[in-house]
């Protein structure tokens, strides 16, 4: 019996972007849904796991701003508006991702 070994990129499902509108890797993207409660309200499934429609974005401040300015979180999330769970998360991964990162460009000379 040959075993083919499969690549790391093998079978993972991908997923649209609603701000660039690329695709990427399911675990490349931070899955959005509408709250349970207030369906105004976006919130980031960080475990991908909440139950209802889902929407999927980069993890980066440029693709946040397009889906803003297209508007895209109000028709792939049905109406949703409230954002401010989703900038708080971008905003936080963004500086923990400045700060695992060594800072080269300011060194004195």
Request: net charge positive; hydrophobic share 40%; proline share 4%.
């Amino acid at each position: 019996m040959n075993v083919v070994p499969l690549s790391a990129d093998a079978h993972q499902p991908q997923r649209t972007c609603i701000g660039c509108r690329k695709q990427g890797y399911r675990s490349e993207l931070v899955r959005l849904v509408a709250s349970g409660s207030d369906l105004h309200t976006v919130l980031v499934d960080t475990r991908r796991r909440m139950a209802g429609r889902g929407a999927w974005l980069h993890l980066n401040a440029s693709c946040l701003s397009l889906a803003v300015k297209r508007r895209a979180f109000g028709r792939a999330l049905r109406g949703a508006s409230e954002i401010t769970d989703v900038e708080r998360h971008f905003v936080a991964g963004i500086d923990s991702a400045d700060v695992s990162t060594p800072a080269v460009h300011n060194r004195p000379t």
